[in-house]
């Protein structure tokens, strides 16, 4: 069976997916007071290695007020436990859901220049303007 030989060969990995909107009845401009401690658990998230992705969604090219972050995690209890721990969700101003997602396809693309150690996603290496020149 084809379908079944073109599965064998997927990635298969685990990943959580959390989806974050404003909490009902919570002025989405009380997160701001929390967004330092928000952003440092991101950032910290992504070099220990939990961050996957993470951003607000968009329509129209403009952010909405809901967020997604893609974790790894050992299990759905420690993603859950990532998740409720994260800033604005500690502090009652955003709500999320959790969901399993096994990513199978896809593609990333990476590129480093070694010269500048500069480097980008999907494409040419980014720059700073002033390497531009």
């Known amino acids: 069976m084809e379908a079944k030989h073109m599965l064998s060969g997927t990635l298969g990995r685990t990943l959580y997916v959390v989806h974050s909107e404003p909490a009902e009845g ?3 401009a009380a997160g701001l007071a929390y967004l330092e401690e928000h952003l440092r658990r991101l950032i910290e998230w992504e070099r220990n290695g939990v961050l996957f992705a993470a951003g607000p969604y968009k ?3 403009k952010p909405t007020p809901r967020a997604l972050y ?3 995690a050992a299990s759905l209890a420690e993603a859950t436990r990532l ?3 994260e800033p604005l ?3 009652g101003v955003r709500v999320f859901t959790i969901d399993e997602w096994a990513l199978n396809q ?3 693309n990476v ?3 070694f010269s500048t150690q500069r480097g980008g ?3 040419a290496p980014q720059y700073p303007a002033h390497l531009n020149d």
Do not use: Q, T, W
Request: glycine share 12%; no cysteine; proline share 4%.
């Open 59 to 61: 329509r129209e090219g």
């Open 83 to 85: 998740a409720a721990e």
């Open 121 to 123: 996603l999907d494409g």
């Open 26 to 28: 919570v002025d989405p």
């Open 89 to 91: 969700h500690k502090h």
């Open 106 to 108: 896809g593609r990333i």
């Open 111 to 113: 590129s480093l220049d």
């Open 70 to 72: 893609i974790l790894r």
